[in-house]
């Protein structure tokens, strides 16, 4: 059943790579395969193509063991993106599986360059995304769900069970990365002005030091 339900999880990453091509955040591929060579020193938008590949380019088994969800956060994301996955380079397509202990949060985020879709594999979830309109946008979901996230909106999951969840998330890019809200804000290197701060969330000096302060590097 666990089988079952990692391969409906990858036909709808699938399925939204290749449903809407012309609004993916990548450029459209020129050549059959382009397997990322990371060693080359050549800077370009992507990676370069590598020149000897083998079929072990196009496989990555990373999703198919829980992540250790033992964080502040309470969940993890294990990527299966061109950074962890050379085969997916020029393909508009990436995966990833996000683990969840009981309460485990997914904060809210955004993806830059692609839309994301997940499928529940176990537990519960309350998900959510907001809209430029500041319409917030949520449901309850359990296994065998579907719910997606539109490109570039905030938005986040929560464990709501009392047990471990996880989902498989499917993404319309090969790199669609990732801004963390909170962690953009206050941890960002250099740290963004704490007077800035304050006045945009209308508190005092030490209420943003005292966040910072739990986001500083480690």
């Not at 993916?24 to 382009?34: K, S, Y």
């Not at 250790?68 to 993106?81: E, K, M, Q």
């Given at each position: ?9 990858a036909a709808c990453a699938v399925a939204l790579a290749l449903a809407a091509p012309a609004l993916a955040g990548d450029p459209d ?109 949520t449901k309850t979901i359990t296994k065998g769900d579907v719910f997606v996230f539109p490109r570039g909106l905030v938005h986040f ?62």
């Amino acid at each position: 059943m666990a089988r079952i339900h990692l391969y409906v999880a990858a036909a709808c990453a699938v399925a939204l790579a290749l449903a809407a091509p012309a609004l993916a955040g990548d450029p459209d591929m020129l050549q059959d395969v382009c397997v990322a060579d990371k060693a080359s020193p050549v800077k370009i938008n992507g990676f370069p193509c590598k020149a000897n590949i083998t079929a072990d380019d196009f496989v990555f088994t990373g999703l198919r063991n829980p992540g250790n969800t033992n964080n502040p956060a309470g969940s993890v994301v294990t990527a299966a993106n061109v950074d962890s996955f050379a085969g997916v380079n020029t393909l508009g397509v990436s995966m990833a599986r996000i683990d969840y202990a009981p309460g485990g949060q997914n904060p809210p985020h955004t993806h830059p360059r692609a839309t994301e879709i997940i499928f529940v594999l176990e537990g519960t979830l309350e998900v959510g995304f907001i809209t430029t309109a500041n319409v917030l946008f949520t449901k309850t979901i359990t296994k065998g769900d579907v719910f997606v996230f539109p490109r570039g909106l905030v938005h986040f999951q929560q464990n709501r069970g009392h047990g471990p969840a996880a989902v498989i998330a499917g993404f319309n890019s090969q790199l669609q990365g990732t801004q963390v809200i909170a962690m953009s804000l206050f941890g960002a290197t250099p740290p963004v002005d704490t007077d800035i701060l304050a006045k945009a969330f209308r508190t005092d000096y030490g209420v943003v030091d005292a966040i910072k302060a739990k986001f500083a590097p480690k």
